[in-house]
């Protein structure tokens, strides 16, 4: 019962927000200065989940492949590539390293 409970309160809430973007939009203004800082709040916590990810945690040894692979995936990105050519070259460059034996 409380698991269907706090599925309805997520799904409502979603809705909500999604409701709430197109219903406010012109009556909100927010001043230049706050858009600005929320730009670059969302950048700043993309290349957070970046170097989360990129970087493992375990205790075992640090390997190149990950990295290398994220730092082809940056590149693109910055070149403006698709979203698809950056993941796949990405997974690819990934996977050719640790193939190669370099881990």
Known sequence: MMLAAGMIALAVGTYAFRWAGPALRERIRFPARAVRVLEIGAVVLLAALVAVTA???????FGFALPAGVLVAGVLAWRKQPILVV????????ALLRLLGIH
Do not use: R
């Open 87 to 94: 993941i796949v070259a990405a997974a690819a460059t990934t």
């Open 55 to 61: 970087l493992p945690s375990s205790s075992g040894g």
